[in-house]
């Protein structure tokens, strides 16, 4: 169990023999009432106040400037081990909450923010408002992931989350890193390939890319592109609330206009840029590297 979990079975178990104890020593059962109202008391206090910590210690993020782009970085990778059966848990949005100062359970013109399923009630009477139920963090944080995983079952490569899930690592090898990614408006990363899987929520703005949509052509020719043929890019756009994903070996470029982009990802801590001499043919729609996320 987590250590706030193990601190407060500790402070029950504590309080429950000073009960007994004190029972024991003046003999009458009257404290009773006044022991439980304590002790539920402090607990509740010392399990905010631990919890608080925690997830404090967890969250601390490092900001790093980067030419287009601003990062938001864990301290460092996820372990070597299996996530767990509660990942992502409440992370994502306190993170997002933490590196934008942005809620992603908020209503805004009526509308929650995410685009993802969760449950909801209703506020108002309205059909136009609604909040999320008790436990937003952690619903928001499932309902994430389930999104990642329809979009991987989309595509035919669900084994590779999965095998990501059962490790804490992509790929075999390649170590795993939340981080939040602001691309800047009017800029452009690399085309590049991924050497692991990635899945991205849109927290604020539009992400548009040219996503290489051949198969055959990626398998084949794998990063050197030179013989791959502008028609087999596809435009896409994702907006706040949306998700998307990258399998292993996918290739796109990603890039913003007027409005940039707030982005919240699993990822490598990093991709693999195609070189120039190995951009495909007739390239010349793809937009020329204006910014810069890793190394």
């Known amino acids: 169990p987590p250590l706030p979990s193990l601190f407060l079975l500790a402070l029950a178990a504590f309080f ?8 024991l020593l003046l003999k009458t059962k009257r404290i009773h009432f006044m022991k439980s109202v ?3 008391v402090l607990t509740f206090f010392v399990s905010a106040v631990v919890s608080s910590t925690f997830n404090d210690e967890e ?48 209503t805004k013109g009526g509308k929650r923010r995410t685009n993802i399923e969760m449950e909801t009630t209703k506020e108002n009477n309205s059909d136009d408002d609604y909040t999320v139920c008790p436990s937003d963090d952690k619903k928001f944080g499932a309902a994430l992931l389930s999104k990642a995983r329809k979009l991987f079952v989309d595509r035919g490569v669900e084994h590779e989350l999965d095998a990501f899930l ?12 939340w981080v939040g990614i602001e691309i800047l408006p009017q800029q452009s990363l690399a085309l590049h390939a991924h050497p692991n899987i990635e899945f991205a929520y849109i927290v604020e703005g539009v992400m548009h890319e040219w996503r290489l949509i051949t198969t055959t052509a990626k398998n084949n020719y794998g990063m ?18 949306d998700m998307f994903i990258n399998a292993i070996g996918d290739v796109h470029q990603s890039f913003t206009k007027e409005e940039g982009v707030k982005l919240f990802v699993m990822w490598g ?3 693999a840029d195609i070189p120039q001499n190995q951009l495909p043919q007739n390239a010349t729609f793809l937009n020329r590297q204006s910014a810069q996320a890793w190394a």
Do not use: W
Not at 168 to 176: C, D, E, H, L, P
């Open 16 to 23: 429950e023999i000073l009960y007994n104890c004190t029972v």
């Open 38 to 40: 304590f002790c539920y």
């Open 166 to 177: 059962s490790s804490g690592v992509s790929n075999q090898t390649r170590r795993m890193h």
């Open 269 to 271: 801590d990093g991709n």
């Open 59 to 106: 969250l601390e993020l490092r900001k790093i400037i980067m030419p287009g782009v601003v990062l938001h970085k864990t301290a460092g990778p996820l372990e070597k081990v299996p996530v767990g059966s509660d990942f992502p848990g409440f992370l994502p949005a306190q993170f997002i909450q933490k590196a934008y100062d942005i809620n992603v359970m908020e």
């Open 224 to 241: 050197n592109l030179s013989n791959v043929k502008g028609g087999q890019f596809h435009h896409n756009e994702f907006h706040e609330g």
